[in-house]
Antibody, heavy 121, light 110 residues
Framework: QVLLVESGGGVVQPGRSLRLSCAAS????????MHWVRQAPGKGLEWVAVMWSDGTFEYYVDSVTGRFTISRDDSKNTLYLQMHSLRAEDTAVYYC??????????????WGQGTLVTVSS | QSVLTQPPSVSAAPGQKVTISCSGS????????VSWYQQFPGTAPKLLIF???KRPSGIPDRFSGSKSGTSATLGITGLQTGDEADYYCGTWDSSLSVWVFGGGTKLTVL
């Protein structure tokens, strides 16, 4: 059974940094592409980033490019999202999500419960 | 404005059928697999349909997916009050090199 558990969310001031973690279990973590998807309060889903299973490719939505970095530690079965220069519009629930292939193709087949990031002074 | 266009809301009576459309373009829906997700308030999304028309194990056959050209469709038959949720389509956009979701459709079972 796939289990994805996010942590690291909280309240942060604009311009500051935060790192989210996602502990994965129940599947061969190193074999799958992993995503971050966010959802602002009362809004729809917004894809944030993906990293291939072998780490060769990573892609980002334009609004976070240059500020956010996705990474993974296969030895710890953990996905990360390092967020810098946070803005009010980054306020959202951040979901860690598993792809069903090793790349960005296919679908997102499993989701964590999400962690809330609030950017506010 | 989402790259994929969904109706904001749809409604139907219990037992009836409803369809939710997802309109995209050649760079996304037409040439990449479309998946559909169900989300109840305060919970994480759940995969309903992948690869345009396949159901993961455990998803009832009341849920179906189809695609023609740049448009994909989610169908739900035998509507139940428990189907009331938000539904999202998603796919990769090969031109933008990003994953894209539709704006979401709120299903109301009257």
């Amino acid at each position: 059974q796939v289990l994805l558990v996010e942590s690291g969310g909280g309240v942060v001031q604009p311009g500051r940094s935060l790192r989210l973690s996602c502990a994965a279990s129940g599947f061969s973590f190193s074999s799958y592409g992993m995503h971050w998807v966010r959802q602002a309060p009362g809004k729809g889903l917004e894809w944030v980033a993906v990293m291939w299973s072998d780490g060769t490719f990573e892609y980002y939505v334009d609004s976070v490019t240059g500020r956010f970095t996705i990474s993974r530690d296969d030895s710890k079965n953990t996905l990360y999202l390092q967020m810098h220069s946070l803005r009010a519009e980054d306020t959202a629930v951040y979901y860690c999500a598993k792809g069903n292939t090793g790349s960005h193709y296919g679908c997102i087949d499993s989701w964590g419960q999400g962690t809330l990031v609030t950017v506010s002074s | 404005q989402s790259v994929l266009t969904q109706p904001p809301s749809v409604s139907a009576a219990p037992g009836q059928k409803v369809t939710i459309s997802c309109s995209g373009s050649n760079s996304n829906t037409a040439n990449n697999y479309v998946s559909w997700y169900q989300q109840f308030p305060g919970t994480a999304p759940k995969l309903l349909i992948f690869d345009d028309n396949k159901r993961p194990s455990g998803i009832p056959d009341r849920f179906s997916g189809s695609k023609s050209g740049t448009s994909a469709t989610l169908g739900i038959t035998g509507l139940q009050t428990g189907d009331e949720a938000d539904y999202y389509c998603g796919t990769w956009d090969s031109s933008l090199s990003v994953w894209v979701f539709g704006g979401g459709t709120k299903l109301t079972v009257l």
